[in-house]
């Protein structure tokens, strides 16, 4: 797992931010399937006979999902929807709690049956939560671990349950942001002491626990495990020991050596006696903890052993990873068999009876027979080897050709997921973005809609990329990734209000022919039209009025804010979503940010409830759609010089610099210059920086910008109108170019764009 910034967390990020961002993910599909890799499994038994029995999976798409199980088929029953970033691992604890572990540093705790509402989130962590172990048999205890080196374990009911009964505790929220060396402060010193991931404690959000931190690895955590009682802990990672840990205490008792490389998974019997290891060396190693060593090594694999599962027993081991193999090996006469091969990195396993589910960095989730209960029936078809105990011996092996057939050729059953994107390119018209899947599919993405709108099947990704270039030049107002297996959007002020597009270009009807629009104004418009709709139902129609969002004590950070502020004068308050950006309800885009308080989240568009504010959105987030007031932009005007091609005879029209938008068109700057030869208008010679405004009276304006509107006041054109071409650099420039295209395109030089006219004879 490598290090990136994931996508709602500023604290991970590269380069630092002063304003929090806002993104939104994609969804093209139904939202009963994955969109990316499988990282974790977790199977909830019913505890009635005929009762249902569900899958819990967590998914590379940042979501978990549950499965309920039929003999040979599963259904989505719910989605778990919160984490913004990577879903690293998940356990049950007890009879219906499930705890999950993100990319984006945090555990979250849920009710199993629930609709996915996500009822704790757990910052205690500096970096990337790996994986987690609960005890079987204390519904209490949960471990994490993570890239920070950080081991923590938790009391779930006490870090759920609030110490007082503040009116301001936020439920779903635990928030120290300490270090598990701080330990030994009290509760009331828990204020403003931040982590090195700026997550900020408040008394008023936090209960005040703080978990037993087991101090001792250096470097990143990558696997866990307890025994049943949860009175032994072992954690391995990157460096290539097992540690043995009392849970209760978080005091090392033993250091296990033996592996050549990172120790990716781990396994305790229920007494906790015996530990299984899985390793990046390839090797599987069986532990004796009362003698403190290695009793036994198993070369199975080939390649890097991600994940491990035992029988009940603990007599067998089932193992998967990089090599794409299920292997079965019995732990006692070292027989190993091959149960089947995938066609991706196995991640997690987890066994279901006489059945073994399997987790890859593919979207989908397989089962696959494994005689869980009698793994001997397995053996009894033949075909075994007996594994080495040194790595070579298995990587010689199969360099040698004799590589075992697989017992299985098909799993039971599938659970599909849709593949995930995996390529991207966002497009010159900076509205258009064109993406690639694991299916080799290549799809057309309608960003300020959030939908696909040409699905073009498997062809040539490159080559549809030239096929739909544009040369526009419209500036990158938003940055997108896939790291999620789906399109995330990213939003950071002030560029992300750098665009502009005229009204008739959107085919927006009923506005004047220069009236332009702000495509992040009207994105954000887009996205959050399900919750002012929801805001405005609660605040009734006077509140929503005022657009007074902030409560009174946050009145002079709001006077502060908006002295940088400038209000959008084209805006005139104009709340009606326009088609061009009015996202679908049927597959609804997720919105990641975050606020003043609580750390980032992720929602649907669709189930925000109008009761987030300031401390859960950007502010300036809500200045914009509430009180449609815009951050200084800079690079909306271009700068220009209007000279007569040379060796015309055309008359000097202007002196000095002109300035317009820069997506004034080509055609606004012939009408200009036809105006001034025909209406023969004086050339204000004082003028040295002109905006170029002409209609009203003629003279170069210095403050306003219009776009030229050629409507006002302006009499007719006679009959003898000349005909008028603008070049730059020698080309005739179409009429539909913008002022900015032309200088991307065609002037190509960092000094002010030049422009020549000159008068077409005979037409």
């Known amino acids: 797992m490598h290090r990136v910034g994931s996508a709602g967390n500023n604290s991970n990020s590269s380069r630092p931010r002063k304003e929090k961002r806002l993104t939104y993910v994609l969804n093209d599909s139904d939202d009963t399937k994955h969109s990316a890799g499988i990282n974790c499994l977790a199977v909830l038994k019913s505890s009635v006979s005929d009762g249902c029995n569900y899958l819990f999976t967590g998914s590379r798409d940042g979501t978990l999902k549950r499965w309920a199980l039929a003999e040979d088929a599963a259904t989505c029953s719910a989605t778990f929807e919160s984490h913004v970033d990577w879903v690293n691992d998940t356990v049950i604890a007890g009879e219906n709690t499930l705890v999950s572990c993100s990319s984006d540093t945090t555990l979250k705790i849920w009710n199993c049956l629930s609709d996915g509402t996500c009822t704790r989130t757990l910052r205690q962590h500096s970096d990337y939560v790996t994986c987690l172990a609960a005890a079987e048999r204390n519904a209490n205890v949960v471990a994490s671990g993570g890239l920070g080196g950080e081991v923590f374990v938790w009391d779930i009911e006490a870090a759920v349950t609030p110490l007082s009964k503040s009116s301001d505790v936020m439920e779903d929220d635990c928030s120290n942001g300490i270090n598990g060396s701080a330990n030994s402060l009290p509760v009331s010193s828990l204020r403003s002491i931040s982590s090195n991931n700026s997550i900020t404690a408040h008394t008023t959000q936090c209960p005040g626990y ?335 009025a005022n657009g007074d969002v902030l409560s009174g004590k946050d009145n002079t950070a709001r006077s502060l804010a908006h002295s940088r502020i400038e209000v959008d004068g084209n805006a005139e308050n104009d709340s009606m979503v326009h088609p061009p950006f009015e996202f679908s309800t049927v597959s609804p885009p997720s919105i990641i940010s975050e606020g003043s308080q609580g750390g980032p989240w992720r929602k649907k568009i669709t189930e925000l409830d109008g009761t987030e504010d300031e401390k859960d959105f950007p502010w300036w987030v809500l200045d914009c759609v509430l009180n449609n007031r815009l951050p200084p932009r800079e690079n909306t005007k271009c700068s220009f010089y209007l000279h007569p091609c040379e060796g015309t005879a055309v008359q000097i029209l202007t002196q000095g610099k002109l300035s317009a938008p820069r997506i004034l068109r080509i055609n606004k700057v012939v009408n200009y210059v036809v105006e001034k030869m025909v209406l023969d208008k004086p050339i204000d010679t004082g003028s040295t920086d002109g905006s170029l405004a002409p209609g009203h009276g003629g003279q170069l304006q210095h403050s306003a910008v219009a776009d030229g509107s050629f409507k006002s006041g302006l009499k007719p054109w006679p009959k003898s109108r000349p005909s008028v071409e603008i070049l730059c650099n020698n080309q005739v420039l179409s009429t539909d170019m913008s002022l900015a295209t032309v200088r991307a395109y065609i002037w190509k030089k960092p000094e002010d764009l030049v422009l020549n006219y000159r008068v077409v004879q005979g037409r």
């Open 210 to 544: 703080v978990p037993i931190a087991a101090k001792g690895h250096k470097e990143s955590v990558y696997a866990l495990a307890m025994n049943d009682n949860g009175s032994l802990l072992v954690s391995g990672g990157t460096e290539k020991v097992v540690r043995v840990w009392d849970p209760r205490t978080g005091s090392k008792t033993m250091k296990l050596r033996g592996h050549t490389d990172n120790v990716r998974a781990l396994l305790l019997d229920s007494t906790g006696r015996y530990c299984l290891s899985g390793s990046s060396d390839s090797m599987i190693r069986l532990w004796d903890l009362g003698q403190q060593r290695c009793v036994h090594s198993y070369a199975v694999h080939t390649d890097s052993v991600w994940a491990l599962a035992s029988t009940p027993t603990f007599t067998h081991v089932y193992s998967g990873g990089r090599d794409l193999s299920l292997y079965l090996t019995d732990l006692a006469t070292r027989e190993s068999l091959l149960l089947c091969t995938k066609e991706h990195p196995v991640l997690q396993l987890a066994l279901h009876d006489d059945s073994i589910w399997v987790a890859t960095t593919d979207s989908s989730v397989h089962r696959w027979p494994a005689e869980g209960r009698n793994p001997q029936k397995v053996f009894q078809r033949g075909g075994s080897f007996l594994a080495g105990n040194l790595s070579f011996s298995r990587a010689r092996v199969s360099l040698e050709g004799s590589t075992p057939a697989a017992v299985y050729k098909e799993p039971i059953f599938s659970i599909p997921g849709t593949p995930a994107i995996v390529q991207h390119e966002i497009l010159n018209n900076r509205r258009h973005v064109l993406t690639k899947d694991t299916a080799g599919s290549v799809k057309l993405w309608e960003i300020t809609r959030g939908v696909v709108v040409e699905d073009y099947g498997q062809v040539s990704f490159d080559e549809k990329k030239q096929q739909l270039f544009e040369m526009v030049s419209i500036p990158a107002w938003f940055t997108v990734d896939s790291r999620l297996g789906s399109l995330s959007v990213h939003l950071d002020t002030p560029q992300c209000f750098s665009a502009e597009m005229y009204s008739v270009d959107l085919n927006i009807t009923g506005k004047p022919e220069d009236d332009k629009v702000n495509l992040a104004r009207e994105t954000l418009k887009g996205l959050l039209a399900h919750w002012m709709t929801k805001r405005r139902q609660r605040l009734g129609s006077q509140a929503s």
